[in-house]
C-alpha cells in the first residue's frame, strides 16, 4: 500500500508576537478544557468522576509537559458551536453504523492513507481537526504534518478514488466547522476561500489495482 502524500506549497507565516499575561491565562483555560473534553470523550461518559480527573490530569500535563505559547486569536460562538456538537455526534453515529456493517459483511474493506492540507495552519486547528477526526471510528491520523498543516490520515472502507476525494472534502468541511465555532475572521475568510495548493494526487487504494 503507497499513500498519498502530496505537499502543498503553503507561505511562511509570520512570526507570533510575544503573548501578554492575560493571553497566557486564557490559552491555559482552552488548553485545559480541550484536554478535559477529549478525556471524557475517551471515556465514552460524561460524569462528575470523569470531569474531575480531567480536569486534575490537564492540570498536570501542563504543569509537567508545558505546551508551546499558542495564540487563541479567535472566539467562541455558540450557534456554530452547537451545530459543530451536533454535526459531529451525527457523525459517530453513521460511522459506528458503516464499521458494524463492515465486520458483519465479512468481506475485507479497502483502506487508504489520504493527505488532506488544511486551509488554517495553526497548531490549534490541526490538533482540534486531527483529535475530531480520530474519534470517529473508520478513521485514524498517522501523521500531522505542522510545517504545512497537513494531516495524513488511515481510512478504512473506501472503495473509489471518488470516495478518496469526498472524504477529503469532508475533512476540509470539518475544519470550516471547527473555525466556524471558534475561529478568527480572518481564519473564516480563509475557510471560505478555494485551497490554493489545488487539488492533490489521487490516493493508491489498499487492495486495488495498481
Known amino acids: 500500500m503507497t499513500s498519498d502524500r502530496t505537499t502543498p506549497t ?3 507565516p509570520p512570526a507570533n508576537p510575544p503573548l501578554t499575561r492575560k493571553a497566557r491565562r486564557r490559552n491555559r483555560i482552552v488548553a ?3 484536554l478535559t473534553s477529549v478525556w471524557v470523550l475517551l471515556w465514552g461518559t460524561l460524569s462528575w468522576a470523569n470531569l474531575i480527573s480531567g480536569l486534575v ?3 498536570v500535563l501542563l504543569a509537567v509537559f508545558p505546551l508551546p505559547p ?14 459543530f456538537w451536533v454535526r459531529f455526534l451525527r457523525d459517530l453515529v ?3 453504523a458503516q464499521i458494524a456493517w463492515l465486520a458483519l459483511s465479512g468481506k475485507p474493506p479497502l483502506s487508504a492513507i489520504i493527505a488532506v492540507p488544511l486551509r488554517v495552519n495553526t497548531d490549534l486547528n490541526l490538533t482540534l481537526t486531527a483529535e475530531a477526526l480520530s474519534l470517529v471510528p473508520g478513521s485514524l491520523i498517522i501523521e500531522a504534518d505542522r510545517a504545512t498543516g497537513t494531516l495524513y490520515v488511515h481510512v478504512i472502507g473506501v472503495r473509489s478514488r ?7 472534502q469532508g475533512v476540509l ?3 470550516g466547522r471547527i473555525v466556524a465555532a471558534i475561529g478568527s475572521p480572518e481564519e473564516l475568510s480563509r475557510v471560505t476561500q478555494p485551497h490554493p495548493a489545488g487539488p492533490p ?10
Open 10 to 12: 503553503t507561505p511562511t
Open 32 to 34: 485545559v478544557t480541550g
Open 57 to 59: 490530569l490537564s492540570a
Open 70 to 83: 499558542v495564540t487563541f486569536a479567535g472566539r467562541i460562538r455558540p450557534i456554530p458551536l452547537a451545530r
Open 94 to 96: 453513521v460511522a459506528s
Open 162 to 168: 471518488e470516495e478518496v476525494e469526498r472524504f477529503r
Open 173 to 175: 468541511d470539518l475544519e
Open 201 to 210: 494526487e489521487p490516493a493508491h487504494l489498499e487492495g486495488a489495482p495498481r
